[in-house]
């Protein structure tokens, strides 16, 4: 079974616009890590946003927030007021109790392009 | 403060030829990543070292490819003989490794600007 599930190969947004990238998970452990990541054509991951499974508060940095609904395992990636920088691919991706020595999962992606 | 550092950038061998990358994580980081990411997919782990010990390496197709982290500081990857189905990018990630382990501070990985390995 897949561990992270990215199910929109590719996305259009216009500018200004807000535009939710979906994410669900699967895992079995208590403490998990979950993150997205952009990658743009230039190739460098950056990373953008971190939940942790125990967090009650949904995670925001600027303009991204992840919507966590625990119980669906869901990790949705909602950018704001889109820009046409953030046309680039996004992952989603979990991390494991590291002490059960367990990786880092990556989703296949989602292609995002900002229409001006 | 620098980032990961990967070395070569790109680069072009023949099938059956060797190749290796180099890769320089962020000072103080404990743990370091290879990854392989095929294009239009998301990245796979290959091995992850903390410190000097691999400690992940299901992953990692042992018949032809090997790392090391000497001395827990830099790695290389390496693959001998390379095939055609090795083209890729090869990403290089460390961590700091330490603290709550699910803290950010922990958790976040740090990327560097990857190795394109075409084989021809």
């Known amino acids: 079974a897949q561990k992270i599930t990215q199910t929109q190969p590719g996305m259009f947004v216009q500018e200004k616009e807000a535009v939710t990238l979906d994410c669900t998970y699967d895992?079995?452990?208590?403490?998990?890590?979950l993150f997205w990541y952009k990658q743009p054509s230039s190739g460098e991951m950056i990373f953008l946003i971190y939940q942790g499974s125990y967090d009650q508060q949904n995670a925001t940095e600027g303009r991204y927030s992840l919507n966590f609904q625990k119980a669906r395992k869901s990790a949705n990636l909602v950018i704001s007021a889109s820009q046409l920088g953030d046309s680039a691919m996004y992952f989603c991706a979990m991390r494991e109790d590291p002490n059960t020595g367990n990786q880092f999962y990556f989703g296949t992606g989602t292609s995002l392009t900002v229409i001006p | 403060e620098a980032g990961v550092v990967q070395s070569p950038r790109y680069k072009i061998i023949e099938k059956k030829q060797p190749v290796a990358f180099w890769c320089n994580p962020i000072?103080?980081?404990?743990?370091l990543y290879w990854y392989l990411q095929n294009l239009g997919q998301g990245p796979e782990l290959l091995i992850r070292y903390e410190n000097e010990e691999a400690v992940d390496d299901s992953q990692l197709p042992k018949d032809r490819f090997s790392a090391e982290r000497l001395k827990g500081v830099d790695s290389t990857l390496k693959i001998q003989p390379a095939e055609l189905g090795d083209s890729a990018v090869y990403l290089c990630?460390?961590?700091?490794?330490?603290?709550?382990?699910?803290?950010?501070?922990?958790?976040?990985?740090?990327f560097g600007p990857g190795t394109r390995l075409t084989v021809l």
């Open positions: 990630a460390s961590s700091l490794g330490r603290g709550s382990i699910l803290s950010l501070a922990y958790n976040e990985q740090f």
């Open positions: 000072s103080g980081h404990n743990t």
């Open positions: 895992t079995s452990d208590p403490s998990y890590g």
